[in-house]
C-alpha cells in the first residue's frame, strides 16, 4: 500500500506560516523527512515542516515525467516508478526510510549513478516554491526542452532551502535498464584508477563504479547485448549486486562514520597526501574519507586536487561543512538570497556563516 | 514590430556622452576593436532573427577576455547598456542591438584553450564554433553531444547563453548538461569562477543558472565542456505516415516502450517536400508526415530496437518503413532534416520559425490546432519537430514585401505559443525568448515570477544594463499584454484541456 495516496495540498498553510516569518524576521528551518538533519551548518529557527504536504500529482509514463508534492516520501516514489518500469537517472541517496523528495532535490545528493546519467539538478523540469515572501513561484514546467525564463528550479538543487521552499517538483525520468551485469576486480585504487580512465573514454554501458578500498566495483546496466559484451571485455569476477544498495541507502560501514568528508574532484586527480579510510565513488570523481586531519588540511588538498571538500557528517557548532567562497562569489550568492528571500528566513545559515 | 523598443514599456537608460564612452573604450580594445560609424557596424543590426534590425551606439570587438572585462567596466561606470554577442545565429533576437548600447561581439575569443582526453573537457573561449569542438576532439574519439542545427556557424558562447539543444538532446542533453565550468564577467567588471573540474562545486549551481540566462545575467568569456565517447554504432529508420495524427501517437508508443532513440524527429508533408526537392534526402514525398529515428549503442542491441520502432510504427499506420541501408544513407536522412529550414526559403519569400514545447501526448491535438489557425490567419505552416522532447518548429511562410503579413506572421506565431502554454508547454524550447518573445513571457508567468526574475538579474547586474528588453518583461510590458488575451470573455483554445 503506498503511503503517498495520503495526498495532501498544505502550501496554503505553508505560504501563511512563510509570510508571518518574514514579518517578524524570524528563521525558519525547513524539515521534509528529517533524515539529513546532520547536513550542512548547524543552525536555530522554528521548524517548518514540509513532511506533510504529499502526494502524487500527475504521472504520465509516456512523457517520462512525475510531478509530486516535496513531501512525498522518496520510497514511494520510487516503488511507483519501477511498476512502470521506470526510475530516476541520478539514483537519490536515501539516507533514511523518511527520505522525501524534496530532502532529495535540496541536499542535491545523488547515487552512483550521478557519473553516468547525471546530476540531481539535470532531472528536474520544473518546481513551485514558497520564496521568503510567502508568494507561490513557478519555475520551469514539465516538459524537458524549455528555455522560458532564468533556469531557477536546477538552481533549487543543493540550495539546501536558502531559495525557496520547495512544494511541487516535476522529475524527468528515465526507463530502467533492460540489462544489468555486476563486476568486481581485485585491485588497489591506483591501478583501480589508471583502468577506470581509460574506460571513460570508450562507449561502455557503465552505470557504476567504486573502489571500495579493496576492490573495484564495476556496474553495467543497459541493452542486453551491449552488457554482456562489457562483461566479456571487462573481464573480473561476478560481483556482489549487493554493493549499489548499501551504497545508496548509505550503509556501508565507511560511509557510516561519524566524521565524514566527501571530496568532489576531477576522477583523474591524485591525492597523496591525506592518510585515512577511502572509499573512492563515481569512478573516482567522488571521494569519501574517513581521517583525523584538520579540517584546513583535506580542505588543501581538495583545492589542490581541483575540486572542494565537505564536511558532510559530524560538523559541530561553528564547524563550516562546505567550502569557502571566493569574496566575490559569495557577495552575489548573499544578493541572490536576499532577491529571492528578503527578510532572510529560509534556512539561513545552513550552508554558509552569513547567508 | 518589437524590434522598436518602447519607452513605455522597455528600460530606458539616461543619454550618454558619445565622446567620453569612445576615449573610455578605445583605452581598453585594441586599434581596430571599436566600430562607431553606421556603415562598419550595419552587420551587426540583427541576429538570425533576421526580420528585426536596429543599430547599436557603438562595436566592441575585444581579443581577450580581460578586454571584455574592462569594456563591461567601463560600460558599468558610465551606466550604457550592453548587449553581447556570438555569431549571431540566434532566432529570437537575443543579440538585437539595444538603442544607444555597445554591443559586445566575443567573436574574436576563438580558440580551443586544451583538450584533455583523460578528464575527457575541453577549456574553449566563446567564439568558437559548435562543430569545431567536435572536429577537434575526434581524434580521441570523442565529440560534444549538443548540435543545433546551425552548429557549423554558432559559437559555443551563444550555445550557452542559449541553452542550446539539437536533434540528439533527447539521449545527450541540452548544453546545461554537457558543460562543467564557465568564466564570466559581470557587468560591473568582475571575473566569476563557475564550476569546476568536479562533477559538483560548492554553493548555488550558478551554471545552471547561467546557462540560457540570454545575457542578462553576465558575460560568458570561457566554457569548459564535457565530452563524450562517441557511439560504436548508429543506425536511422524512416517512417511514413498517411496521416500526422498517426506520426504523433508513433512518437508517444516509442518513449512508452521504454526506448530513448539518440533523436527522434518529425516533418509534415508541407516540410519534408521542400526538403526532399532542397537534399534529395529520398523523402516518400506523398506522405503527409515522416519520422525519422535514430538509435545508437551496440550493434545488436539496435537492431533488436529498431525491429521494435519500425513494429510500434507499423501499428500506428505507418505506410512505409525504410531503414537506413548504410551510413551514406543515414546521413542522407538527416541532410534532409538539417536543411529543412534553408529548404522553405524555396518555397516562400521568407518564414518565420517557431519554438515551443508541449507534452508529447498533445501531439496530434496541437497540430490539428495549428492547422486551424494557420488557415484562419491565412498564412501556410510548414512544421518540423523535435518530436522525441516536445519541441516543435512551426514555420510559417510569408512574404515580407506583401503589406501587413510580417505582421499576421507575428500575431499568428504568438498564437501558436499561447496554444502550447495552454496545453502544459512552454513558449520556448530552445530559442531563448530574447525580444521575439518579451510579450508571451507574460502569457507563460505570473507578476510574482515576472519579479522574481527581475530582482534575480538585479543580484547580478544591479543596474540593468546588460541586455534590457530582452528575455524578462517589464511588469509594464505585462499589464499591456496582460496574460492570456481574453477576447470577448472567450479563453483561447477552450475546446483543449488544460494543465
Keep these: 500500500m503506498l503511503t503517498s495516496t495520503v495526498s495532501e495540498d498544505l502550501g496554503a498553510a505553508l ?16 524539515v521534509g523527512g528529517n533524515t539529513k538533519a546532520f547536513y550542512g551548518r548547524r543552525t536555530q529557527g522554528q521548524t517548518l515542516d514540509v513532511s506533510g504536504h504529499r502526494g502524487i500529482i500527475a504521472y504520465e509514463p509516456s512523457e517520462l515525467v512525475i510531478t509530486t508534492r516535496a513531501g512525498t516520501p522518496l520510497a514511494d516514489i520510487e516503488l511507483l516508478l519501477a511498476e512502470h518500469g521506470q526510475r530516476l537517472a541520478f539514483e537519490p541517496l536515501a539516507i533514511g526510510e523518511a527520505s522525501t523528495i524534496g530532502g532529495v532535490v535540496a541536499s542535491g545528493l545523488a547515487g552512483s549513478r550521478r557519473a553516468f546519467a547525471g546530476a540531481v539538478r539535470d532531472c528536474i523540469l520544473g518546481v513551485t516554491v514558497l520564496d521568503g515572501c510567502g508568494r507561490r513561484l513557478r519555475f520551469g514546467g514539465t516538459v524537458f526542452k524549455n528555455v522560458a525564463g532564468f533556469d531557477a528550479f536546477r538552481l533549487m538543487a543543493g540550495a539546501m532551502g536558502r531559495l525557496g521552499v520547495l512544494l511541487d517538483i516535476s522529475l524527468r525520468l528515465t526507463p530502467a535498464p533492460r540489462a544489468a551485469r555486476f563486476l568486481a576486480f581485485e585491485i588497489d585504487w591506483a591501478q583501480a584508477q589508471t583502468r577506470l580512465t581509460a574506460l571513460l573514454r570508450r562507449a561502455l554501458p557503465l552505470s557504476g563504479a567504486v573502489h571500495d578500498g579493496e576492490r573495484l566495483h564495476l556496474r553495467l546496466e543497459g541493452g542486453q547485448t551491449a552488457v554482456a559484451e562489457a562483461a566479456a571485455d571487462l573481464g573480473g569476477d561476478a560481483g556482489p549486486p549487493g554493493v549499489w544498495e548499501d551504497l545508496r541507502h548509505m550503509r556501508h560501514d565507511l560511509l557510516a562514520a561519524p566524521r565524514l568528508w566527501r571530496l568532489s574532484v576531477p576522477h583523474t586527480s591524485a591525492i597523496d597526501r591525506l592518510e585515512g579510510r577511502w572509499l573512492m565513488n563515481w569512478a573516482g570523481a567522488e571521494r569519501w574519507l574517513v581521517c583525523d586531519a584538520p579540517a584546513d588540511q583535506i580542505r588543501t588538498a581538495a583545492r589542490e586536487a581541483a575540486g572542494h571538500a565537505t564536511l558532510f557528517r559530524g560538523a559541530l557548532d561553528g564547524d563550516e561543512v562546505f567550502e569557502p567562497l571566493e569574496p566575490d562569489l559569495m557577495a552575489l550568492h ?8 528578503p527578510a ?9 556563516e552569513g547567508l | 514590430m518589437l524590434d522598436r523598443f518602447d519607452p513605455k514599456l522597455d528600460p530606458t537608460f539616461a543619454e550618454t556622452n558619445r565622446a567620453r564612452l569612445i576615449a573610455r573604450l578605445k583605452a581598453v580594445l585594441p586599434a581596430d576593436g571599436l566600430l562607431a560609424t553606421a556603415e562598419a557596424m550595419r552587420v ?18 575585444p581579443r581577450t577576455a580581460e578586454e571584455a572585462r ?30 544607444g548600447c555597445v554591443l559586445l561581439s566575443l567573436s574574436r575569443l576563438n580558440h580551443i584553450l586544451s583538450i584533455d582526453p583523460y578528464a575527457r573537457t575541453a577549456r574553449v573561449q566563446p567564439g568558437v564554433f559548435n562543430l569545431a569542438i567536435s572536429e577537434a576532439a575526434a581524434p580521441h574519439d570523442l565529440f560534444y553531444a549538443p548540435d543545433p542545427s546551425s552548429q557549423v556557424a554558432c559559437s559555443i558562447g551563444g550555445n550557452v547563453a542559449e541553452n542550446a539543444g539539437g536533434v540528439h538532446c533527447l539521449k545527450y542533453g541540452l548544453t546545461v548538461h554537457n558543460i562543467t565550468a564557465l568564466e564570466v564577467m559581470t557587468m560591473d567588471g568582475r571575473r566569476l569562477q563557475i564550476g569546476g573540474q568536479a562533477l559538483d562545486s560548492p554553493g548555488f549551481d550558478l551554471m545552471a543558472l547561467m546557462t540560457g540566462s540570454e545575457g542578462l545575467l553576465g558575460v560568458i568569456t570561457e566554457v569548459t565542456v564535457r565530452l563524450l565517447p562517441r557511439p560504436i554504432h548508429a543506425r536511422a529508420l524512416l517512417a511514413a505516415f498517411a496521416e500526422v495524427r498517426c506520426g504523433g501517437e508513433a512518437v508517444a508508443a516509442i518513449i512508452g516502450a521504454g526506448i530513448i532513440p539518440a533523436g527522434l524527429e518529425m516533418m509534415d508533408h508541407l516540410a519534408l517536400v521542400a526538403a526532399e526537392t532542397y537534399a534529395h534526402a529520398g523523402y516518400p514525398t506523398d506522405a503527409q508526415a515522416i519520422l525519422l529515428c535514430e538509435l545508437d549503442g551496440s550493434e545488436a542491441d539496435i537492431a533488436a530496437e529498431l525491429e521494435s520502432v519500425a513494429e510500434i510504427c507499423r501499428s500506428a499506420g505507418a505506410t512505409e518503413v525504410r531503414l537506413a541501408r548504410d551510413e551514406a544513407e543515414r546521413l542522407r536522412f538527416w541532410a534532409g532534416r538539417k536543411g529543412a529550414f534553408p529548404a522553405m526559403g524555396r518555397i516562400a519569400p521568407d518564414y518565420y520559425c517557431i519554438d515551443g514545447t508541449i507534452p508529447r501526448r498533445r501531439l496530434p491535438d496541437v497540430l490539428e490546432a495549428i492547422g486551424g489557425l494557420s488557415a484562419s490567419h491565412g498564412l501556410p505552416v510548414a512544421n518540423v519537430f523535435h518530436a522525441g522532447d516536445g519541441n516543435l518548429h512551426p514555420l510559417i511562410l510569408y512574404d515580407a514585401h506583401k503589406p501587413g503579413e510580417m505582421d499576421r506572421a507575428e500575431v499568428l506565431g504568438g498564437a501558436i505559443l499561447e496554444l502550447c502554454v495552454a496545453v502544459g508547454g512552454t513558449i520556448t524550447g530552445e530559442h531563448g525568448v530574447g525580444r521575439e518573445k518579451i510579450n508571451q513571457m507574460c502569457a507563460q508567468f505570473s507578476t510574482d515570477e515576472i519579479e522574481a526574475f527581475a530582482a534575480i538579474k538585479s543580484a547580478f547586474d544591479d543596474k540593468g544594463l546588460l541586455n534590457p528588453g530582452k528575455a524578462v518583461p517589464t511588469l509594464a510590458r505585462c499589464a499591456e499584454f496582460g496574460a492570456m488575451h481574453v477576447h470577448k470573455g472567450a479563453v483561447p483554445f477552450a475546446h483543449l484541456d488544460r494543465l
Design chain 1, 344 to 352: 532572510g528566513v529560509l534556512n539561513p545559515g545552513r550552508m554558509y
Design chain 2, 70 to 99: 574592462l569594456t563591461l567596466a567601463a560600460c558599468h561606470e558610465l551606466d550604457v547598456p550592453l548587449v553581447a554577442r556570438g555569431a549571431g545565429t540566434g532566432l529570437s533576437g537575443g543579440a538585437l542591438p539595444f538603442p
Design chain 1, 15 to 30: 505560504a501563511d506560516r512563510v509570510r508571518d516569518a518574514a514579518a517578524r524576521k524570524a528563521p525558519l528551518k525547513i
Design chain 1, 334 to 341: 548573499q544578493r541572490l538570497a536576499a532577491a529571492l528571500d
Design chain 2, 44 to 61: 551587426y543590426e540583427s541576429d538570425g532573427l533576421a526580420a528585426y534590425r536596429g543599430l547599436p551606439g557603438l562595436v566592441a570587438l
